[in-house]
């Protein structure tokens, strides 16, 4: 995972509410068994309105996104994340995320920011997109230069952030305990009878 | 761990899974079921194969093929891409020794209809799969949620899953339901009253008479619209109506453990005095059948209402992307396309609703109608019923088994500007198709508007 400390950059206001993993990344670019490329996808389908805000000059080469409530609700897809990054975000700020959708950030290396502020941040940097946006993840905060905001986020989603941490690498240090579990409760799917199909249609 | 206040079935299932839990983390929980299909999956097995580690519990996983499936003939009609992710995941399954049911296989479907109808999905076991509707799940008592790609390579290396415990919510539903008004109402009628978000950061459980009353199929349904409003997983307690369901399904243990299995389930339901972080109460008799007007779930209405009035700015551009004026009856709103199919609604109960609707009439001119059974299984089981000739007869496509025009990763898409009486679970802009325009709505509903050319309510045909 690409770890994240600090990053400085303009941000693009997407001034959107529930937007949903098919509006990042629309399904017909998902079919593919790359997890590279997909940059170039991003709101494929809103891009296609003229005067979409990421396609402003002004907002040209934003490495933020700041969003409305419920950023990334839907589709549990990964792509999403994936499409985010490669188009050169390393951060999205928003009211509240889609849990799935913020968990798949935390995983990827992209930094989900829960602000309750994004509003204002907005406004800032609709209105000045020359901006310079900082987020400071070890501090926690969001700041332009005329305003800092505090943000939360879970203490060992941070540390896995900030060190880039492989999250495989950690569970298997826990080999032992996860052995121990086995052990203690044994698990398994069994073979399937396989029965001739009858009344109910179901296949038993 | 609260060991001396009433537990729920959510803190019963979690607990009996914890590997490893230390304050300030999130808990370890093991995997009993990992459910793979080919869209989410390819990315997830060649992280593992590039950093040298293989599956730790094939034998705990299954895949099926679904995503980007071809519902007319087989692999050969599939484009390049779609082709090569079936392929790849039969070699992937093969290579790991993981049980597939690849297209033409009898066992092959969406797998959030599989699991179930294979008895692989089981009261209090842990399901995870790179899916957001594996939520589908729950309505036998399991605790299923969706995860990422990411998380996918991370249970398959390790069978486990690092999670933060979510807090707890009731939703109650009281009273019987209408006649005409089904599961999905219910569902449509609780994202109305919650909104999308209404859920985020919880672990549902549905409860009250009308859940009891329930059909495990619509108990499916319900289920899988949690993720809709925000909550990554919706349980319903196990009872005689998921013993019955389960009782000789494949994967279902038989003689002795089948005795023990339900003794252990009984067990698990949410104990007296049990605490809920939130609760929530939905009156079944105040519900209808719904209609969604805009591009959430939650811009719906009854389907005797009219088009509302903007609220926000997502309302107003709600309403130009679906092409609707406030003040527009939903009744008077033209369909170019039904799809009844998806893991929200394409189990044996809704193909019969729809058949039962369809019977003796015929499909509007206007209009293209689609059915898709959920499974190989269901659609044999349709098939022995005599459904097919139903649908068939009066104008419909019978289609194979796959997740099809829910998300159109296939053939079967929605073009701009055409308008879909849905039975899946998101109407998302884009969802069916680039442009397409979706409302969400039951079986029977999507029959009526197939046959009208327009929505109709349903429950004035069966009188």
């Known amino acids: ?204 | 761990m609260s060991d001396n206040i009433g537990r729920t079935v959510f803190d019963k299932v979690w607990d009996a899974h914890v590997v490893r839990s230390t304050p300030g983390e999130p808990d370890l929980l093991y995997v009993d079921l990992h459910l793979l299909h080919e869209a989410t999956s390819p990315q997830a097995f060649e992280s593992l194969r590039l950093a040298g580690r293989r599956l730790r519990r094939p034998d705990l996983t299954v895949a099926t093929a679904d995503h980007t499936t071809p519902t007319v003939g087989g692999v050969e009609r599939a484009d390049p891409l779609s082709r090569r992710m079936l392929e790849l995941l039969q070699t992937n399954c093969g290579d790991a020794s993981v049980r597939v049911f690849p297209l033409g296989h009898r066992h092959q479907g969406i797998v959030h209809v599989i699991g179930p109808e294979l008895g692989l999905t089981q009261p209090g076991r842990l399901i995870v799969c790179g899916d957001s509707h594996t939520s589908t799940h729950g309505a036998l008592g399991a605790m299923a949620f969706g995860i990422g790609t990411s998380e996918v390579e991370h249970v398959m290396a390790t069978q486990c899953i690092r999670q933060n415990r979510p807090r707890r919510m009731a939703v109650t539903v009281e009273g019987d339901l209408p006649p005409g008004v089904t599961a999905k109402d219910v569902a449509l009628g609780l994202i109305r009253q919650v909104g999308v978000k209404g859920g985020q950061g919880h672990a549902v459980e549905y409860r009250g008479s009308t859940i009891r009353a329930l059909s495990m199929e619509g108990r499916l349904t319900l289920c899988n619209m949690t993720i809709e409003w925000g909550a990554r997983m919706g349980m319903v307690a196990p009872d005689d109506t998921t013993f019955a369901f389960l009782a000789g399904r494949p994967f279902a243990p038989r003689g002795d453990a089948w005795e023990a299995a339900v003794a252990r389930w009984r067990a698990l339901a949410s104990d007296e005095g049990a605490v809920y972080d939130a609760e929530v109460a939905l009156d079944a008799a105040r519900l209808e059948p719904f209609v969604t007007w805009g591009t959430t779930p939650g811009q719906v209405l009854p389907v005797s209402g009219m088009v509302p009035e903007p609220a926000a700015a997502e309302d107003e551009r709600a309403l130009r992307y679906m092409g609707l004026h406030p003040g527009e009856r939903i009744q008077d709103v033209h369909v170019d396309r039904v799809f009844i199919g998806s893991c929200t609604n394409a189990r044996l109960e809704d193909l019969r609703a729809a058949a039962a609707v369809a019977r003796g009439r015929r499909v509007h001119p206007g209009v293209t109608a689609l059915v898709v059974p959920g499974s190989a299984s269901v659609k044999r089981a349709a098939e022995r019923e005599g459904l097919d000739r139903v649908l068939v007869e009066a104008g419909f496509e019978w289609r194979n088994a796959g997740c099809s025009m829910c998300l159109g990763m296939n053939a079967d898409s929605l073009g701009a500007g055409e308008r879909c009486a849905s039975t899946s679970n998101r109407n998302f802009e884009g969802r069916q198709g680039a442009g397409g325009r979706t409302h969400l709505v039951s079986p029977a509903m999507a029959a009526g508007a197939a046959v009208a050319g327009h929505f109709v309510d349903v429950r004035e045909w069966a009188r």
């Open chain 1, 1 to 204: 995972m690409t770890p994240f400390t600090r990053h400085t950059g303009r941000a693009v206001p997407l001034d959107r509410a529930n937007v949903d993993t098919d509006q990042i990344i629309p399904k017909e670019f998902c079919v593919r068994v790359e997890r590279s490329g997909f940059g170039r996808f991003l709101f494929a389908h809103w891009r296609r309105e003229p005067g979409f805000v990421l396609d402003l000059p002004q907002h040209r080469g934003a490495s933020i996104l700041v969003a409305g409530d419920n950023f990334g609700c839907g589709s549990s897809r990964e792509h999403a994340v994936w499409t985010i990054q490669d188009a050169g975000f390393r951060a999205v700020i928003a009211p509240s995320f889609g849990d799935i959708f913020r968990n798949n950030c935390h995983k990827t290396g992209v930094l989900p920011v829960v602000l309750p502020a994004a509003e204002a941040l907005m406004r800032t940097v609709a209105g000045v997109p020359a901006t310079e946006v900082t987020v400071d993840l070890e501090r926690q905060v969001v700041e332009v230069p005329d305003g800092r905001w505090h943000f939360e986020i879970d203490a060992f989603v941070k540390d896995c952030l900030l060190n880039g941490w492989d999250d495989i690498g950690l569970t298997l240090r826990d080999e032992r305990a996860i052995a121990d579990y086995e052990a203690r409760v044994p698990t398994a799917l069994g073979a399937p009878v396989e029965a001739r199909e009858s009344g109910q249609g179901d296949p038993r």
